[in-house]
């Protein structure tokens, strides 16, 4: 069985620029979180989605946001990127909720 | 505020012998217990998970052990081997589970072969 996939899993952007990570989650989960890894703040929440809709979010900016497709499928952007967005941003999925989280391998973000 | 803390940022264990890792946590709504193995580069891999309800649950070579009046928890793993060298991430949850993950600093094991 498939575990969860992200792409891409590196990639470089421009201050200012906006980004789209894509999540695939590993098959029958219903459930797709996000959360970001830097060295300074460790690993954090950033939004859970479940059937399409977003059931929990994190302390972050608006101007990180993400969505779900009926095929549980994820994405999240992030627009106005700032230097500070360099990050490992990991997505997981899990069955429902009440259930084991799985992680991806992650999309590594530098911002320039 | 830190809800989740692993108090050493590192731990260096001779091959065949226990490894012992801690965290403790802030927050009383915390329910649900897990710890994560992560390789640089990768996504946390789940290990091992226990419940309020419980003070012990073990899987193989790995023990997690719950004091909830001290809010503390542990990983036992024996006997350590040079795979076990990690980073490992305690993380705790709310309503059993069903709310999100928060996460320690994590602890970076390192097995002396």
């Known amino acids: 069985k498939a575990g969860v996939t992200q792409t891409p899993r590196y990639l470089i952007k421009t201050r200012g620029q906006q980004v789209t990570l894509s999540c695939s989650p590993i098959s029958g989960h219903r459930s797709v979180s996000w959360y970001q890894q830097t060295p300074g703040q460790g690993l954090q929440f950033l939004f859970e989605?479940?059937?399409?809709?977003?059931?929990n979010k994190g302390n972050f900016p608006g101007r990180f946001s993400g969505r779900q497709f009926s095929n549980s499928r994820s994405e999240m952007n992030v627009s106005t990127l700032e230097l500070g967005d360099s990050a490992l941003y990991l997505c997981?999925?899990?069955?429902?909720?009440?259930?084991?989280?799985?992680f991806g391998e992650g999309s590594w973000l530098t911002v320039v | 505020d830190q809800q989740v803390k692993q108090n050493s940022p590192s731990l260096s264990v001779q091959e065949g012998r226990i490894s012992i890792l801690n965290c403790d946590y802030t927050n009383s709504m915390f329910d649900y217990f897990l710890w994560y193995k992560k390789y640089p580069a990768e996504g946390p891999t789940f290990l091992i998970s226990i419940s309020s309800i419980k003070d012990k649950n073990e899987d193989g070579r790995f023990t997690v052990f719950l004091n909830k009046s001290a809010k503390h928890l542990s990983l036992h793993i024996v006997p350590s081997q040079p795979g076990d060298s990690a980073v490992y991430f305690c993380a705790a949850q709310s309503n059993f589970g069903n709310e999100k993950l928060t996460f320690g600093t994590g602890t970076r094991l390192t097995i002396i072969p």
């Open positions: 989605y479940f059937s399409e809709t977003q059931r």
């Open positions: 997981a999925s899990r069955l429902g909720t009440g259930n084991t989280i799985y």
